[in-house]
């Protein structure tokens, strides 16, 4: 099965020896990057669905960012209304990673059809080629927020209010941005801690080519909101260069990059992935580590 690529904006001792943080305490993720490599014998965690089809093996089936070929159906925990019935879920055998030791009892949004069960956990255990011996098992770790804040201190006077042009005016300055690709990195909208009446969101425009104060004031006569403009890391032409270089790793299909995104606040580009591999790292390297945040789903523990 063709991954396709989106481009936006478990045990308690490890093969190191050293004793790994119980799940739901793990560390800030690996650094350097080579850390993130997975061998053979080593101690993972995953987070994910679990499916268990009458007849077949368990599987852990990771999460893919994909459009055109949609990873399973989507299903809600409880019964689905009458007469309509949702398929039972499935996953492709090119993503599926079997399972041995999971408690299907204690899956988190559990789900039966036609005797297939499924739900998510996060799962530790020791990765062998394609498969996991699960040791350890807990409900699924929530994705951590990136955080909205405003890296500019307020004006004099306050930040404004929101208005009811705030949407117009808001794409007016993304357009003008954006026509501008290797001066800019891509905007996004924060959040002040503010005491003031409403609404009140601030555009943050990241500048990577150009005097900021000049700047400034040239973006003021496009955008008459809220603007914190700061000093920018990859500009979105850059980002989009890097995006494609990267997306094209997934000619081969075992890299399984499934999205590659610009993080505005650190600039890099975010590669969510399924697993580094030793390969895999060093074609990561000749397109620049130091510009790449890397999310694998299969991630060793240290």
Known sequence: MAVGVVIAAVVSGCSDGSTAPPIGERRAP?????DLIVHDGDAVEVTGQVIAAPGDA???CPPVASTADPQLSVLRPGKSPSPVRPPAPTCPAALAVTLTGVDL???SSPVSVDGT??????LRGIWHGRSIDVTEQ??????????DGVPCPAPAG???ADDGNTVR???ALASYVRARP???????AGYPDTTSSGNVSVMVVPVVSGELDSTQRELEAVYEGNLCVTRGVLSIAEAQRLAERVGALNNNGANFISGVALDTPNGRVVVALFMVTEHLHEQFVAIGLEKLELNPVVRPVR
């Open 117 to 122: 069960r499924a739900g998510r956990a996060t």
């Open 30 to 34: 690996q650094s350097p990057v080579s």
């Open 58 to 60: 368990v599987v852990f």
């Open 169 to 171: 005016t808001r794409n």
């Open 182 to 188: 290797e001066r800019f990195a891509d905007i996004r």
């Open 138 to 147: 807990a409900e699924p770790k929530q994705a951590t927020p990136h955080p």
């Open 105 to 107: 009892d204690r899956l």
């Open 158 to 160: 306050g930040w404004k």
